[in-house]
Structures are given as structure tokens and as C-alpha cells.
């Protein structure tokens, strides 16, 4: 099984909300990542957690907050966004971060889709 | 520096048709890892295929087969006798060894008419 759950699947809100956005794997993966896909685009690395410690930020602005509470859960927490954040939200997974050697593939979620207005 | 090129940013085709997408890239690193993802409308990004830099062996998967030559950094993604399913963006995408960040293409829209 290489599900990887996101919730929700579509969010609305606007500049001076806070939400969070969920993803859940039980894999037993062990590294998870936050990617942002705007319209047309690839996907944007954002966040690297591996083995539940936070190992990548790709320079991402402190409105966007990851936690990873265990090994299963990564969430991302949303204060004070712009309208230029709307996108598609991608949660992925993969067996071993790079404390556990080689890279793995990594397996996605299926996306929230925000709208910040 | 790693870098993915698509060259073909949308391909249409009619069904039964076979269609090849093309992905070149470039990198230093002796140990690296190719991939191809399909991302249909719904947006989820679904694994399809990894390819180690050590083992160029091509690889056919029912409809789907996979051309893997280093002397000319390519990684071309054949699928034969399309089908409408087959309607989605496509990215290819190389990971470095001791890296955890994908490189990806900018993909191929692929749409399959019936």
C-alpha cells in the first residue's frame, strides 16, 4: 500500500485566517515533505522532515509552519498567506530519510487545493 | 548544477496512436536516480517508474516501456496504443544520491483523443 492522505482537499480562506493542513502515511516511511505546485508549474520543494526533525527548508516564509508530531503526521500551518499562495499543496513520502542512507522514492498525496483571497 | 529538460511541453495524439516523451538531463554526480511521475486532472503526482544511474536496463510495463541511455542523458517514456486514461501531465525528474530534493521537469501535457 503506498497511500499517502491529505486533508482537506480543497481549503478557502483568507489573508488574516490561520488553518492548517493535514497528511497522514502509514507506511512506516520515515521522511515526509511538503511540496507547493502552482498552475502549469512542477512541483516546489518546500519542507524536508526526516526521522520526525525538520532537515530542509527551502528559504519558505515564516507564514508557512511545518510540525511533524510522530512519524506518521506532518502537518502545515498557514497564518497571515497572499493571494500569490494559492496552489496546490502536495504531501509525499518515502521509505528512509538521509540519515538512513541511499534516497527512496518518494510516493505523493493527493493535494489540497487553497485558495487564498 | 541538476537540471531536467522536457522539451515538449504538450503532445496530442489520437487513440491507438503510440507516443514517446522525451526527458534529457544533466548532472555530475555519478550516483543519481531518474524517475517518472503522471499527474491526471485531479492533481495527484503518481510514481510510475525509478531508474538507478548503475543499471541502464530498459523496462516495458504492459503499455508503458522506458529508454534509459546514459551516453546521452535521456530517459524517454514510451507508452504504446494510447488510451484516453492516459490524459494527464507527465514529469520526469532526477534525484542526486545523499539528496532528498526532486528535480523536476517542467512536463509534458499529454492529451489522448478518443
Known amino acids: 500500500d503506498t497511500e499517502v492522505t491529505q486533508t482537506p482537499k480543497h481549503l478557502v480562506m483568507g489573508m488574516t485566517n490561520k488553518k492548517s493542513l493535514k497528511c497522514e502515511q502509514h507506511?512506516?516511511?520515515?521522511?515526509m515533505y511538503w511540496y507547493k505546485q502552482k498552475a502549469k508549474k512542477p512541483p516546489e520543494l518546500m519542507f524536508v522532515y526526516s526521522y520526525e526533525k525538520l532537515s530542509i527548508n527551502e528559504s519558505v516564509p515564516s507564514r508557512f509552519s511545518p510540525e511533524c508530531p510522530n512519524s506518521s503526521l506532518l502537518n502545515l500551518h498557514l497564518h497571515a498567506l497572499q493571494p500569490e499562495d494559492s496552489a496546490l499543496y502536495l504531501c509525499?513520502?518515502?521509505?528512509?530519510?538521509?540519515?538512513?542512507?541511499?534516497?527512496?522514492?518518494?510516493?505523493f498525496g493527493p493535494g489540497t487545493r487553497l485558495l487564498v483571497l | 548544477a541538476q537540471k531536467v529538460t522536457q522539451a515538449q511541453t504538450e503532445i496530442s495524439v489520437v487513440e491507438k496512436e503510440d507516443v514517446t516523451l522525451d526527458c534529457v538531463y544533466e548532472t555530475r554526480d555519478t550516483t543519481y536516480y531518474l524517475f517518472w511521475y503522471k499527474q491526471p486532472p485531479s492533481g495527484e503526482l503518481v510514481f510510475l517508474i525509478r531508474?538507478?544511474?548503475?543499471?541502464?536496463q530498459n523496462e516495458i510495463s504492459g503499455r508503458y516501456s522506458w529508454n534509459f541511455q546514459k551516453s546521452t542523458s535521456s530517459f524517454n517514456f514510451t507508452i504504446t496504443a494510447s488510451q484516453v486514461v492516459d490524459s494527464a501531465v507527465y514529469f520526469c525528474a532526477l534525484l542526486m544520491g545523499g539528496s532528498e530534493k526532486l528535480v523536476f521537469g517542467k512536463g509534458t501535457k499529454l492529451t489522448v483523443n478518443p
Open positions: 509525499a513520502s518515502s521509505q528512509r530519510g538521509l540519515a538512513g542512507g541511499l534516497p527512496e522514492t518518494q510516493y
Open positions: 531508474r538507478n544511474s548503475f543499471d541502464e
Open positions: 507506511m512506516g516511511h520515515r521522511a
